[in-house]
């Protein structure tokens, strides 16, 4: 009979991360085990405040699945008895993950999908001053910098930074931060600096405006876009959607959603909360159906679990069975 584990773990943050919502020095990360006997299946999540999230609810949530889980529920039924979010997403990759170890097979071999392959993530600068975030992102050397604007001097901010950095391709997350009647000088901002993509310049529900505007950059929807309902909303305001396993409520619905956004002329971004490489693990099969990888949750880090994610750089490698998968 399967029985169903839930607990918290604080995962310390080097220094300080840093959005236009706040910051935070520590990663709070729910996990979900699924023992059989023999096997166990693991899944991360992070509860999102923003989201009207908490650690405490989404225990107890998970908590409350302990009967049916030993009843046998399984991930196609879990779809219907949660609604997106962290708790659904950390349940949902330990049961990917305990199918995989009973059945001998990787996860993307169930899933259907290509054997996942080193890739390029994105490493991001917190919102800070134009000089700190300039000398952050001397100092990462990294060739995907991802920056954290959606505060007053964001120009300021782009221009130091582009002057430190070259060579390095920008894609910049306002968090929401931005004003509709703001947002021509900031697209020309971008444009100036050379970025690629624009993550959630808007509040969620605020995207109208994006669809009589004049989009330099291409831009990606990340607050406005959860599970499959969300896409009808979003074509011909956003030219991506950031695919995050927290919103979604776990890899099935991440698959189908990816999937179905790139049907819809759509481009793919996965991206992650600041979680350890457990979390990281699931989201990395989602790799070959995007154009940018935003998966440096890890190394954000003051330390990772173990075993961890293999990081060379800015190259993540594909999740050991012992981890994930």
């Not at 890739?119 to 100092?139: C, F, G, N, Q």
């Not at 991506?240 to 759509?266: M, P």
Request: hydrophobic share 45%; aromatic share 4%.
């Amino acid at each position: 009979m399967p029985q169903l584990l839930v607990r918290t773990e604080r995962f310390p943050i080097a220094g300080r991360f840093t959005i236009a919502r706040g910051s935070k020095t520590e990663a709070a990360v729910v996990v979900a085990e699924v023992r059989d006997g023999m096997h166990v299946g693991r899944g991360e999540c992070v509860p999102y405040p923003r989201y009207g999230e908490s650690v405490e609810a989404t225990v107890a949530t998970l908590e409350a699945l302990a009967d049916a889980v030993a009843a046998g529920l399984d991930r196609l039924a879990l779809q219907q008895r949660l609604p997106p979010g962290a708790a659904r997403n950390a349940l949902d990759c330990a049961l990917w993950d305990l199918e995989a170890k009973r059945s001998g097979r990787r996860v993307f071999e169930l899933a259907g999908l290509p054997e996942p392959q080193r890739v390029v993530t994105a490493y991001t600068i917190s919102l800070d001053t134009p000089e700190a975030m300039a000398e952050a992102a001397r100092a990462a050397a990294r060739p995907l910098l991802k920056l954290k604007l959606g505060a007053p001097g964001d120009a300021e901010r782009l221009a130091a930074i582009r002057a430190a950095v070259p060579t390095s391709e920008l894609i910049v997350d306002a968090n929401e931060g931005w004003r509709a009647e703001e947002l021509a000088l900031h697209f020309d901002a971008c444009a100036r600096s050379g970025v690629t993509l624009i993550e959630q310049p808007l509040p969620a529900g605020a995207d109208a405006a994006l669809a009589d505007l004049p989009r330099p950059v291409p831009v990606c929807a990340d607050e406005s876009v959860h599970g499959r309902d969300s896409l009808a909303g979003l074509v011909g305001r956003y030219d991506a959607i950031n695919v995050k396993l927290d919103k979604t409520g776990g890899l099935t619905e991440a698959l189908t959603l990816a999937r179905e956004a790139r049907a819809a002329g759509l481009d793919i971004m996965v991206g992650c909360m600041v979680a350890t490489s457990l979390a990281m693990a699931p989201a990395l099969l989602l790799a070959g159906l995007a154009r940018i990888v935003d998966l440096d949750g890890p190394l954000l880090l003051a330390r990772d679990r173990e075993p961890a994610l293999r990081y060379e750089g800015s190259l993540v490698f594909p999740p050991a069975p012992e981890l994930w998968g």
